[in-house]
C-alpha cells in the first residue's frame, strides 16, 4: 500500500484527525549510570507521507466525526455489557445480581406537543412521528425556559444527591445503619445523559446491587430487583438540589415524576418479552453518541458570540433555550454554572456517560487495549517482530518527544483517498447494533 494510504488507514475512518508537527525518540536507558544511548527508533512527522503526524479526534458525537463516534459507541456497549454479563474483568456472576435500567426524567416547564401517532394531540392536531413540532411548547410565550436550562445546569448535581440517597434508602429497606450497609452491600451503576425532544436533559442508567466487594462477592438474601426497584423510586423522589433565588424566584431542582424502573434479565429468561443486557446496552450506547444537536436541532460546538444565532437558522424552541442560557450566563449569581460556555448544550455540562468504579472496565483500558492490537498489527504489517525481544520497556526505555499542533483535517486529496480507502474496506460485523 502506498505510504499516504497506509497513514490514512491508521486513523480508522476519522474525518477531522489532529495535525501534529515534531518528532519522537526512543533510548535506551542504562539504569545504573543514567546515561542515555543513541536513538533507537525515531519518528520525524516530516518524513510522513501526510507531511504531519495524524490523530484520532476521539470525538464522541456523530455530528462530529461519524467513526471516532462509532469507535466511542462500540466501547460504550462493551463496558455497558461488561457490567451486565461480565467479562473483561469483571466476573460473569453478575448476571444473577439484582439489576435494574432506570430512567429519570426532568419536570414539566409547560405543555409541549407530546403524542405522535394516531390519536389526536392535546394542540387538536395529529402529528406524525418525525414532525419538528413534537417536544415544542404550545405556548412558547408561557414556557419556563429559564427553568427549563437552569434544571439542565443542576442535572448533574441531582444525580450525585440522588446516589447518596439510594445508599441511604437501600440500607434504610434492608434494615441497616448506613454504616452497616457498606459491609454488606455495594451499588454500582452506570448511566447516560440523553436530551429529550422539548431540550430536557434525562438520565437512563443500569444499576446492579453486588456485594461488599463488587462484581465478584454475591449480594446479601434481602437483596432483589424489588427492593433495588422501591430504594430508587424513594431516592429519587427525596433527591432535591436547591437552585439560585432570581428575581424574587426561588428555584428548587428535583427529578420529574415520570420514573420507569424495569428489571433487566439474563440472556435465558423465558419471557421472550422481558428486558436483556443486550438491549439496555445497545440502548445506552446509542445515546452516549448524541449530544443536544440531534434530538432538539441545536448547536454540535461551543457558541462565540449570540449574534451567530442569526445566521444559523435553527429550530424556534432550541434557539429560544440558547438564549436564554446565553441571558442568564451573563449574571455574576449564576457564573459558577458557566451558562455561556454551556448554552449550545443546553445549560448542561454534566458528563455524558459516568459509573462506578466497580461497575465493570473502563474506556481508558479499552483504548489501551485497541492501541495495543493496532501496534501489534503494525508490527505485523511491517514484518516485524510483533514482540521483540529488544523492544521498548517502560523502565529502560526514555523517550524523548516534541510535538505541536497545526491543525485539524484532512486536506482535499487525503480525503479523497481517505474516502476511497472506506469503499475498499469490507463493512465489519456489528456486535452493538
Ligand atoms: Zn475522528
Ligand atoms: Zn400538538
Same mark, same amino acid.
Given at each position: 500500500m502506498p505510504g499516504i494510504l497506509r497513514q490514512l488507514s491508521g486513523l480508522g475512518g476519522c474525518t477531522n484527525p489532529v495535525r501534529l508537527a515534531g518528532h519522537r525518540t526512543e533510548h535506551r536507558l542504562n539504569t545504573t549510570t543514567g546515561e542515555i544511548g543513541p536513538a533507537l527508533r525515531r519518528l520525524n512527522s516530516t518524513d510522513l507521507p501526510a507531511g504531519d503526524l495524524l490523530v484520532r479526534c476521539g470525538n464522541r458525537r456523530t455530528t462530529r466525526c461519524p467513526a471516532c463516534a462509532e469507535t466511542y459507541r462500540r466501547d460504550t456497549f462493551h463496558l455497558i455489557t461488561a457490567g451486565l454479563r461480565g467479562g473483561k474483568g469483571t466476573p460473569e456472576q453478575v448476571t444473577t445480581h439484582p439489576r435494574v435500567f432506570a430512567t429519570f426524567t426532568a419536570p414539566s416547564f409547560g405543555p409541549v406537543h407530546n403524542r405522535p401517532g394516531p390519536r389526536?394531540?392535546?394542540?387538536?392536531?395529529?402529528?406524525?412521528?418525525?414532525?419538528?413540532? /413534537?417536544?415544542?411548547? &404550545?405556548?412558547?410565550?408561557?414556557?419556563?425556559?429559564?427553568?427549563?436550562? &437552569?434544571?439542565?445546569? #443542576?442535572a448533574g448535581m441531582l444525580w450525585r444527591r440522588f446516589t447518596i440517597h439510594l445508599r441511604r434508602e437501600i440500607a434504610h429497606h434492608a434494615g441497616l445503619t448506613q454504616r452497616e450497609l457498606p459491609h454488606r452491600a455495594r451499588v454500582s451503576f452506570a448511566k447516560v445523559a440523553e436530551y429529550q425532544k422539548r431540550g430536557a436533559v434525562h438520565f437512563h442508567a443500569v444499576i446492579r446491587l453486588d456485594g461488599p466487594a463488587g462484581g465478584e462477592t454475591a449480594p446479601p438474601h434481602w437483596a432483589t430487583p424489588e427492593l433495588l426497584t422501591d430504594a430508587i423510586r424513594a431516592a429519587a423522589s427525596r433527591a432535591l438540589v436547591p437552585g439560585p433565588v432570581l428575581d424574587g424566584r426561588t428555584h428548587t431542582f428535583a427529578f420529574g415524576p415520570q420514573l420507569d424502573i424495569r428489571t433487566i434479565h439474563g440472556p435465558d429468561f423465558p419471557d421472550g418479552q422481558a428486558l436483556t443486557d443486550r438491549a439496555v446496552a445497545a440502548y445506552i450506547a446509542k445515546y452516549a453518541t448524541k449530544g443536544a444537536e440531534t434530538a432538539t436541532g441545536t448547536l454540535d460546538r461551543r457558541l462565540r458570540f449570540v449574534a451567530e444565532l442569526a445566521t444559523m437558522n435553527l429550530p424556534a424552541h432550541a434557539e429560544r433555550l440558547i438564549r436564554t442560557a446565553w441571558a442568564l450566563g451573563a449574571r455574576k449569581d449564576l457564573e459558577h454554572l458557566r451558562l455561556?460556555?454551556?448554552? #449550545?448544550? &443546553?445549560?448542561?455540562?454534566?458528563?455524558?456517560? @459516568?459509573? @462506578?468504579?466497580?461497575?465493570? @472496565? @473502563? /474506556?481508558g483500558a479499552l483504548r489501551t487495549a485497541r492501541a495495543e492490537w493496532r501496534r501489534l498489527q503494525a508490527a505485523i504489517a511491517r514484518g516485524d517482530d510483533p514482540h521483540p525481544v529488544d523492544g521498548p520497556d517502560e523502565k529502560t526505555t526514555l523517550v524523548l518527544a516534541h510535538w505541536t499542533y497545526t491543525g485539524t483535517g484532512l486536506t482535499p486529496t487525503e480525503q479523497w483517498l481517505s474516502a476511497s480507502l472506506a469503499d475498499l474496506t469490507a463493512p465489519e460485523g456489528d456486535s452493538a447494533r
Open positions: 389526536p394531540c392535546r394542540c387538536g392536531a395529529r402529528h406524525t412521528p418525525d414532525d419538528p413540532a /413534537l417536544g415544542t411548547p &404550545l405556548n412558547p410565550d408561557r414556557y419556563d425556559y429559564e427553568s427549563a436550562v &437552569l434544571w439542565n445546569a #443542576h455561556r460556555a454551556w448554552a #449550545h448544550m &443546553l445549560g448542561f455540562r454534566g458528563h455524558f456517560s @459516568t459509573k @462506578t468504579r466497580r461497575y465493570s @472496565t @473502563t /474506556l
